[in-house]
């Protein structure tokens, strides 16, 4: 995993510089870190892992709170001078086409954790090796975590990244997102309360 390409971009947080990860310079689905101009790497960072969600992100899908997590997080990172690292590993690593069909299965009834299962799929096929060695490249080495999600932690916990502390994000549930957002505390261990 390498830097690819970086350059500045002005958002409605706030300036970020942007970088590229990938193996190869000729992918186009490139990781990306967001990191703030005047972000200080001698200090710990606050720094949110999120893992595309381009239902979420793009589109503003209201049957999850990944749009929001990432809008939020960004608005930290500005007024922190962090960073948010976007994994390009969509619908919890199983891919857009997969998560479409997940969806149709929830709709019928099944939860996300279910409706992965019924497709043969794993529950939650992310790696965050990705993230941590994007942090390495980054010289990013102590961090204030923005996650929910004790995977992100445990991956952290056992890396050269020191996780001075986790900051949760939570975000209101809606009628449309609450039985997901059941899950993900129930049966994924996430950490927030209903």
């Given at each position: 995993?390498?830097k ?93 086409i ?37 942090l ?16 992100k932690?445990?991956?952290l ?22 039985n ?15």
């Amino acid at each position: 995993m390498k830097k690819q390409a970086e350059a500045l971009i002005p958002t409605s947080w706030g300036n970020f510089r942007m970088i590229a990860f990938s193996e190869r310079e000729e992918e186009w689905m490139p990781h990306l870190a967001l990191v703030h101009e005047h972000c200080d790497i001698s200090q710990p960072v606050l720094t949110r892992i999120h893992s595309e969600c381009i239902t979420g992100d793009l589109f503003g899908s209201r049957r999850c709170d990944c749009g929001e997590q990432l809008h939020k997080a960004l608005e930290m990172a500005a007024e922190q001078k962090g960073a948010v690292l976007y994994l390009r590993q969509e619908g919890r690593g199983i891919g857009i086409i997969n998560k479409l069909k997940a969806y149709n299965l929830q709709d019928r009834g099944l939860n996300t954790v279910d409706a992965n299962i019924h497709l043969g799929l794993e529950v939650d096929a992310r790696q965050y090796n990705i993230a941590i060695e994007m942090l390495e490249a980054l010289s990013i080495s102590r961090i204030h975590l923005l996650t929910n999600n004790p995977e992100k932690i445990e991956a952290l916990e056992n890396s050269h990244i020191e996780v001075v502390s986790r900051i949760p994000l939570v975000m209101e549930p809606k009628k449309e997102n609450f039985n997901y957002l059941k899950t993900k505390q129930e049966e994924l261990g996430h950490l927030f309360k209903l």
